[in-house]
């Protein structure tokens, strides 16, 4: 199992600016935080039971300038 302390890289077509994984925060529904490889579909699931993953709301941005800036959380 890898997440995004384990790899931290970014990725984009154009701009590289999103976090493969997030860490911290998610910025969207579907945001992954976690990848997983294993050998059977047994050892992927036992992986699974050990992502323990807690969200907190957070206020939506719809202003794209402003959802850009250092301002937006």
Known sequence: MVTGKDFPGYTGLYLQDRQIFATEKTRFVGEPVAGIAATSEELAEKALDLI????EPMAAVHDPEYGASKDAH
């Open 52 to 55: 323990d993953i807690e969200y």
